[in-house]
């Protein structure tokens, strides 16, 4: 019985990441560090020195930490590794979860907004 179950934990070692090799992995992490240091020189230089506006800064900021955040999940994660199904059914609720979150801060301002002053 302890051979087939250390024989079950070694098959498994290669099979959980058979698609992510180290060649990948420091690919992965140079994707990463390019958009960490596009988000400095943005916050850092480019709004404050007057080369972006305020408003277009930081939805450009937004879109690199969104994507960011998708390589983060999707290699370190693994979520790039798992079945199609289960792919959809998050990357679906991820879309819900930032749309509601958009209106929320819509309705937040429009009621902000047209609230009477006391």
């Known amino acids: ?9 070694e098959g498994q070692d290669h099979d959980d990441h058979a698609g992510l090799s180290v060649s990948r992995i420091w690919q992965v992490f140079g994707i ?17 020195g007057g080369h972006l506006t305020q408003k277009v800064g930081n ?12 390589y983060i999940v999707a290699y370190f994660m693994h979520l790039k590794f798992e079945k199609r199904g289960l792919q ?3 990357g679906v609720s991820f879309v819900f979860i930032c ?9 937040g ?8 002053k006391v």
Request: glycine share 2%; no cysteine; charged share 10%.
């Open 59 to 70: 939805y450009i900021y937004i879109a690199l930490t969104l994507f960011k955040a998708f």
């Open 88 to 90: 959809v059914v998050l």
């Open 32 to 48: 990463l560090l390019l958009i960490t240091v596009l988000e400095f020189i943005i916050a850092l230089w480019a709004i404050p």
């Open 99 to 107: 749309y509601f979150i958009v209106l929320m801060m819509i309705e």
């Open 109 to 116: 301002g429009y009621l902000h907004e047209h609230m009477p």
């Open 1 to 9: 019985m302890s051979e087939q179950h250390s024989h079950t934990i």
